[in-house]
């Protein structure tokens, strides 16, 4: 095989490599569709797992190869990105600062507490909880304290998406080739939650540069203006195509972003992500959660429904993690 630009970037190892792809053929068989695989990359194998594994372990890479003892990464309070950034930062042994930004309003008195802000603390992170409006403010006070205290800061972008970052779901694409070919699976159709579009830009860079025409759906979890999702997908893919082998940028008609299952916005399940969740749990055994993962199940299953993949004989759903998150929207599910 080729060297790709993923091999030969410098890489902190964090994760199970590949994750598993699985049908999921009960819910396959209740909706009458084409069967729906599962990539497990909510079983990264880095504290409860998620998407952020494979971005971090680039960023890592980066990161010690700069000489940094210290990471600082920014999210919302619940963040999953944050959570595994402490446990990669644990394993490298370097300092975590998140700075987590308070822009979802919840009644649930965990919110704030428990779910991925608990797992957090526990991996040693120290946490800077943070009204939006003051994040600027914020960040460049705690870059000069850890600067002055002689730190050496290496900052990941929001969702660790940057062209470094998004290295990690090239890779995802190489794997799902393999699978792919594995399993016997027609390969056309990936689904999966978008919000920083590093997984999406990485997929679609992954894909192009192993000349696969697959279609990768992002499903807009985070904008409440899709186009702006759209254009970070495109902006990271020509960053991907400058930063390694020159390789051509993408189509401009292969970026996908639905925005149709977003409800009310970031972090506010929909009923059909709630009734989503709970059809995989009951026939699947398989959990998913009210903000990133089950909204793409939801999507999946609409799309399915409404006859969207007529002809189409296999899906693959990327599970990209969240579960954590379960805990402090026991509310929603009440
Ligand atoms: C569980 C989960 N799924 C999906 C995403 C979206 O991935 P990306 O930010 O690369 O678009 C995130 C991002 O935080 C996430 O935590």
Known sequence: MSTKPWHDHSRFTLGHWPTPLEPLRRLS??????TIWVKRDDCTGLAIGGNKTRKLEYL???ALAAGADTVMTFGAVQS???RQTAAACAKAGLQCHLVLSKQVTSSDPAYETGGNVLLGKLLGAHQHLVDPEQISDYTKHLRTQLHDAGKQTYLIPAGGSNAVGALGYALCAEELQQQSQQHGINLTKVIHASSSAGTQAGLVFGFQQLSLPVDVLGINVYHSDPAQLEQRVRELLQEMSDSYNGAPSSDPQKVYVN???IGDGYGQPTI?????????????????????SGKALAATIDQITVGAFSGVSDVVLIHTGGTPALNVYSQAFS
């Not at 969740?277 to 903000?291: Q, R, S, T, Y």
């Open 272 to 292: 059909e992500c709630l009734d989503a969740i709970k059809m995989a749990a009951g026939l699947e055994g398989l959990l998913f959660d009210p903000v990133y």
């Open 60 to 62: 890592l890479g980066a």
């Open 259 to 261: 925005h149709a299952y």
């Open 29 to 34: 068989e209740e909706l009458g569709g084409p």
């Open 80 to 82: 999953n990105h944050a």
